[in-house]
């Protein structure tokens, strides 16, 4: 249920900063200008492409705002605006609140030394106690 709901909260944001709008606008067919014109209808978009989309992804989390520091360095992939835009999330990206990374699960299997002491069958547990730091 909660992919469903992060799911849903993702398509808001997308919605919320236009950047279903930004999609459809590179896209050539007139058919499809019509679905972006009622799309876009009675929403107020007057910001920059750039920094739309580039707020939308500062509020959706830390790993769009690493997606968008990837796409701002490969220039060739995106247009000026929207790469002079996203670059600034090299640099000027607000603090991320640390008490939601500590609430990440943590790794539960064993972390070893040796590639095969946890998985090669025929071990004992003091051998494996030796080589095997608990998680």
């Known amino acids: 249920m909660s992919r469903f709901l992060r799911g849903w909260a ?7 900063y236009g950047l279903d709008e930004l999609v459809l606008s590179g896209l050539p067919h007139p058919w499809l200008r019509k679905v972006r014109s009622v799309l876009t209808f009675g929403r107020k978009l007057d910001k920059p492409r750039g920094q739309r989309l580039r707020e ?11 997606f968008g520091q990837v796409l701002s360095t490969r220039s060739d ?12 999330l090299q640099d000027r990206v607000p603090p991320f609140d640390s008490q939601i990374a ?12 040796s590639p095969w002491s946890a998985t090669r069958a025929g ?3 003091r051998w494996r106690s030796r080589y095997c730091v608990p998680a």
């Open 123 to 125: 071990r004992s547990t």
């Open 77 to 88: 992939l995106m247009p000026p605006d929207v790469a002079e835009e996203l670059a600034k």
């Open 102 to 113: 500590s609430r990440s699960p943590a790794p539960r299997s064993p972390r070893c030394t």
């Open 10 to 16: 993702i398509l808001w944001v997308v919605f919320r």
């Open 56 to 66: 939308a992804l500062e509020e959706l989390g830390p790993i769009f705002v690493k």
